[in-house]
């Protein structure tokens, strides 16, 4: 038990972050030096044991002060002071001493000696000036009553109050009154937890002007005042709100052109019946058709909607398994695909995951899945397969989908993801699919998208076909 208590004092000493020495106060030589105290001296462990305090101190001690000091230290048991001493190479030092008397052995006291360099110290606070006045951030301390100490001009800038006026005023001042509870509590944490990080709130200048900031707390090491840092974020949030409202009115469009067509259809159903039941036309076996017809194109419509509310809630970009998205599509245009007898043929040869927001990603490739089953209905395609493949690229990850519809023309393949450019008959549809589908994958995503004609394999047979093909 000794030993590990021995070995662990030991451990202490040597790994003491400020230089330690132990100095036999009968024979003023030093008997022990930790490894801070040779890197701070530069002086070997052979070579502090030759030498004596006097030989450390560059300032004049006479030996009178010396005495006194001895006798302060014998009487109270310890010291502390600041003066100058010098390296081995006569190098100055400004440091720290705080000593304290230890007797481990009658008659022989010891004096336990800690060395602090203030030289470091005055570096370290001399760096964290600069930082703190050069800063564009809004940096100020204050006292844990919110009071001002300091701040720099970005702050006083952003406050748009004089130095006269923060200085008489509590910080609590520049916040919304509904959160300055808020910043008190804030406070108290810091106080607790030593700080608080990117809490966001309103701040309130002196000409009333609000902005929106981050503000970061502190605690500062004499745990008497606390370091505020503010970052404006107004403008940021401003562009992000601008961004939110573009997307909404684009999906408030989006919404209107494919609510078009549809409602065009129930309008067409509803007018039919009416005028025919005016005239005693109707044919009433035909109503659970005609009925049947408009709620399938409500729920339609229905699905429109939730798949929208989806795309405006959902924004955040995740990492996604590609393939595992597929099949989650195939699953959910199952009825589609069985009602129009196609065949899928799948063939993932690798399964990478991808940042993708999944709900915007996931109406893009069913707009490419909806574009071939309307090429096989419109072409009278007999045979319908569709293969989606997942291929090693160069090291990028390629989603392929192809079909047997049998292809475009090539004079009009280049204008395909054009708004409003459909191959359809204007009733049939409102050619936003695929340029939507360009803008997900393009522009929002910024991965590759390229289509073309093809030919496809299926049983031993070749199809003509087009390929959309994604690149991640």
Known sequence: MDN?????????????????????????????????????????????????????????????????????????????????????????????????????????????????????EQKIEQEFETIFYSSKDGIATIDLDGNFIKFNDSFKQLSEYSYKELMNISALELFSKENKEKIKELITQVIKKKYIENFETTFITKYEKSMIIYITMNLMPNQKEILLIIKNFTHLKLIELEKKFKSLNELIQNISHQWKQPLSTISIIASGVKLQNELNLYDVSNLDQDMNKIVEITNYLSNIINNFDDMAFENLEKSYSICQLVNEILHDMKKVINKNQITIVTDYKIDNKVFI???????????????????????????????????????????????????????????????YFTTKHQSQGTGLGLTNTYKIIVEMHKYSLSIDNCQIIFNNKKYKGLCVAITF
């Open 357 to 419: 927001d999944k709900f915007r990603f996931a109406e893009a490739i069913k707009n490419i899945l909806n574009n071939s089953i309307e090429a096989f209905i419109e072409n009278k395609i007999d045979n319908r397969i569709i293969t989606i493949k997942t291929e090693d690229i160069n090291s990028h990850l390629r989603l392929k989908i192809e079909d047997n519809a049998g292809g475009i023309d090539e004079k009009i393949l280049r204008k395909i993801f054009e708004p």
């Open 4 to 120: 590990q208590y021995h070995n662990l004092l030991s451990t202490l000493f040597n790994e003491s972050l400020d230089a330690i020495l132990v100095l036999d106060l009968k024979t003023q030589k030093f008997i022990l030096s930790n490894q801070k105290a040779l890197e701070l001296y530069n002086y070997t462990k052979e070579e502090f044991k030759e030498i004596t305090p006097k030989d450390l101190t560059l300032e004049f001690i006479t030996p009178e002060e010396m005495e006194k000091r001895q006798k302060n230290i014998l009487e109270k048991g310890w010291d502390k002071f600041k003066t100058k001493h010098k390296t081995k190479e006569g190098n100055p030092l400004d440091v720290l001493i705080k000593s304290k008397k230890i007797e481990l052995v009658p008659e022989s006291p010891l004096l336990y000696i800690t060395v602090i360099n203030l030289g470091k």
